[in-house]
């Protein structure tokens, strides 16, 4: 019973042995290398932060300079007058238009109210109204489309003109390009145009052409002296003189350069119908552009720099439609280039 009781006590020891794990087995130590320290990432300079930086100012706006207010005297409604008058109004501060052939109010009356209104300058547009305008305006005139301008002995106020051609240069280039056999041209004025019959000589000059000119007192005298010189020239120059011009002579002139082959260049459009060969006018808007330098001159104080008479700037060409119809317009000094080179 003893031996039974040992016997199970030792099973039972050996069970609890074998449920007991065994020792793990020694792992030998094994040295790991120090890591190396981290090289730190090199410094990058930083540019500073700009500065706030004001934005630029605007630009400055320059304000036109004021129009000048001027009052416009029309000798009466035609239109070489009108169309002027047209292009003068966006350039001006404008007061007050008035029309001479309107009788409602005197030509005295008329200056008053111009003056009377805070214009600075009148413009009078025409010989009718340029002489009105000499008696009796209170402030400065500017005139133009004015060939024969007698100037008075005594005036109160400045009086400056505004040539009624275009710069002659580029009439004499524009025709002779037009018809490059041109070589003698005629040309017959009344007197008091010497400083014109100069100016027109070198520039036939300057363009290889010869200028012949008569000095006329009446239209009938001009017919007479363009008879005995029709035979002699190419071309003829017509000037707008009607002191020594008039309708039923310039018909007689037009036949007579009809049968001599004579060219004529005339001042006016409305002369191609005519049968003139060739147009010279001045450009309406040159005129104005002109008058208000002139004008704006004389507001600022400089009326005594100013000639008596400035010139135009530009001439419009235009052919007779029998000859093919054309019309440029050029500066002084240009030849022409560029247009119709036909033989009129």
Known sequence: MVK?????????TIAGCANVPPEPPEVPDIAVPEPEPLTPPPQVEQEPLPAEVEPPPLAEVIEPPPKVKAAIVLSDRSPAFEKVATELAPLLDQTLLYNLSDKSLSPEDAFAAAAESGAAVVIAIGRPATQAAAAWSTIPVVYCQVFNYERPDELSVPVKGVASLPPLSAQVAAWKQRDPELETIGAILGDGHEDLLREATLAAAANGIELQYRIARSDRETLYMFHRMAPHIDGFWLFPDNRVLSVPVLEQMVSIAARH???IAAFNDALLEMGVALSTASVEADIAATIVTV???????????IPELTRLGKVRIATNPAAG????????????????????
């Open 4 to 12: 039974r009781v040992l016997f199970a006590c030792l099973l039972a």
């Open 325 to 344: 119809s054309s019309s440029d317009t050029y500066a002084a000094g240009e030849t022409g280039a560029g247009g119709p080179k036909d033989r009129l």
């Open 295 to 305: 004008a704006e001159k004389i507001v600022a104080g400089d009326s005594d720099a």
């Open 261 to 263: 082959g004579v060219r």
